[in-house]
């Protein structure tokens, strides 16, 4: 019987969603007949309790568990692991390393740079509609959304800055918001976004039921979706990714498509975007953790 020790928690602002997203893993696993065991990393040393013979499913969000850190004390353990490995998912961790990958690909996206506190006051960006964002993390946490840009409130850029010296301030893309997950190397269903009239995408209405997640998107046609399925696939490709990641990207008006960022773990809760995209795909919830386990095997070369 194959055995699947479970990394939830650990000690980053997404600790929550990790845990909520640890308990559906572990849940749907154990339906499927698999032996768990689940771990809180609340430290990365954590994972001297693993068991060896175990397959491990880091369901970790943001830093010491996104980042490649605890990636690669898996590797340097010899642990057969769900995901990406540590050089990819330190460089889709951090965004202003992702977007360098990428634009020298020729993927496009958002016009921005890495400023410092003193330097975002000054850039040219500041005096257009823009986005201030935290270099490392997720879930919206961090983010910044500047409409109008004479009415930046500074508080709310102090925020930002407290998740380190460093941000990026990138143009503000109008558009429809969408999301593709991707499964080995194959896209699901393109997921389109529409937060609540008049407000953002960020971290509240991310998780509180007031946004709409349509798949298969409605509002986007065909042709714009097979753009945006080849373009995820493409920069799953490029950034070394494995087994899983979720690629949001923004589609402009005039049809042209602005990669923003790739999660290497996306969320796997009840109201996560990834596993919406894997039930229109055809696999629920319990199906797509098997495919997960067998994905690890084949790897791995696991009977």
């Known amino acids: 019987m194959t055995s699947i020790t479970v990394l939830g928690g650990g000690n980053s602002t997404e600790r929550e969603v990790s ?14 007949g698999y032996v768990v065991t689940s771990i809180d990393i609340t430290e990365i040393s954590s994972i001297d309790k693993i068991d060896p013979t175990s397959i491990v499913f880091p369901i970790l969000h943001g830093a010491n568990g996104e980042d490649g850190k605890i990636q690669l004390l898996l590797e340097k353990g010899g642990y057969a692991f769900l995901g990406s490995g540590s050089r990819s998912s330190r460089n889709c961790f951090n965004k202003t390393i992702t977007k360098s990958i990428l634009k020298k690909e020729g993927i496009p996206v958002a016009e921005g740079n890495e400023v410092t506190k003193d330097e975002y006051w000054t850039h040219y960006l500041r005096h257009k509609p823009h986005v201030l964002k935290t270099d490392e993390g997720g879930s919206s946490i961090g983010t910044y959304i ?11 850029v102090d925020v930002v800055y407290r998740f380190g010296q460093k941000a990026i301030i990138e143009e503000l893309i109008v558009g429809v918001e969408v999301t593709v997950p991707i499964l080995d190397f194959t896209a699901l269903p393109v997921i389109e976004i529409i937060p609540p ?16 997640e349509i798949c298969p998107a409605t509002g986007i046609s065909k042709l714009l979706q097979e753009d ?8 799953h490709k490029l950034m ?26 996306p969320g796997m809760t009840n109201q996560s975007l990834y596993p919406l995209g894997a039930k229109v795909y055809g696999l629920d919830f319990k199906s797509l953790m098997t495919e997960f386990v067998n994905l690890v095997k084949r790897d791995y070369q696991l009977v």
């Open 19 to 32: 845990l909520k997203s640890a308990r559906s893993v572990e849940f749907a696993l154990k339906k499927s």
């Open 146 to 156: 500047v409409a109008n840009p004479a009415k930046v409130d500074k508080e709310k």
């Open 197 to 212: 009239i008049n407000e953002d995408f960020n971290y509240d209405n991310k998780y509180n039921g007031r946004t709409s």
């Open 228 to 235: 945006a399925q080849d373009i995820a696939e493409a920069v």
């Open 240 to 265: 070394g990714c494995r087994h899983l990641s979720r690629v949001d990207m923004i589609i402009k008006p005039d049809g042209s498509i602005i990669v923003l960022e790739i999660n290497t773990i």
